[in-house]
């Protein structure tokens, strides 16, 4: 079974609007999540490192601001994607990482109208 | 130079073809390395961590040659279910930040 839930699978917003995606770690406590951002036919692209109980660490060229991460406890982090453009759609992964490999959630298709 | 470099692919190969994938990593001292497998629209799982030693698991073997810094994917008779997007997945900072190649497309065709 899935080891990272991730929610919603899908979502379509209006050009504006905000969108919380919700990454929880089922079966062990995640102190640091991941979160990826995957355009079509491109690999898959870190967007920023979420630490529980402090501010996540953002890659360069990721608008900390656009991205709302928190991370407050070992189970969940959440992305909020604010004030969407159709340019944001994409598909949104996050991953906890164990010691045998990264764990992901279902990922989160979003499309921006 | 990227953190991690994969084939740029994409492969299409008969079924029963053997196909080989290589990804070079730029961190020497990254510990753990990954062979994830994509199908489209879904996320990543994980097909196989590489061991220093080498590695195989049925159809599969994975390979590690830390001089080079590179590592590979073989596939031996492949099936039309092989067909997937592969991604070389290496903890560059050993720190479970994990960085993902560009991946390979394979194709594999009746």
């Known amino acids: 079974g899935a080891v990272v839930s991730q929610h919603p699978s899908w979502v379509i917003c209006k050009s504006g609007t905000s969108v919380k995606i919700e990454c929880r770690s089922l079966?062990?406590?995640?102190?640091?999540m991941f979160w990826y951002r995957q355009f079509p036919k491109q690999s898959l692209m870190l967007m920023a490192t979420?630490?529980?109980?402090?501010?996540?660490?953002?890659e360069q060229g990721v608008e900390k601001d656009k991205f709302l991460i928190n991370h407050a406890s070992l189970t969940l982090s959440t992305l909020t994607v604010t004030s969407a453009h159709p340019e944001d759609s994409s598909f949104y992964i996050c991953?906890?990482?164990?010691?045998?490999?990264?764990?992901f959630g279902q990922g989160t298709r979003l499309t921006v109208v | 130079r990227k953190e991690v470099e994969q084939d740029p692919g994409p492969f299409n190969v008969p079924e029963g073809a053997t196909v080989a994938f290589n990804c070079t990593y730029s961190?020497?001292?990254?510990?753990?390395f990954f062979w994830y497998r994509q199908d489209c629209r879904k996320e990543p799982k994980l097909l196989m961590s590489?061991?220093?030693s080498g590695n195989e698991d049925g159809r599969f073997t994975a390979q590690l040659n830390r001089a080079s810094q590179y590592i590979s994917l073989l596939i031996r008779d492949s099936k039309l279910s092989d067909s997937a997007t592969y991604l070389c997945?290496?903890?560059?900072?050993?720190?479970?930040?994990?960085?993902f190649g560009a991946g390979t497309r394979l194709t594999v065709k009746p």
């Open positions: 991953s906890a990482s164990g010691r045998v490999g990264a764990f």
């Open positions: 079966d062990f406590q995640a102190t640091t």
């Open positions: 979420s630490n529980e109980g402090s501010k996540a660490t953002y």
């Open positions: 961190n020497s001292a990254s510990q753990s």
């Open positions: 590489v061991y220093s």
């Open positions: 997945v290496v903890n560059i900072h050993n720190n479970n930040d994990m960085r």
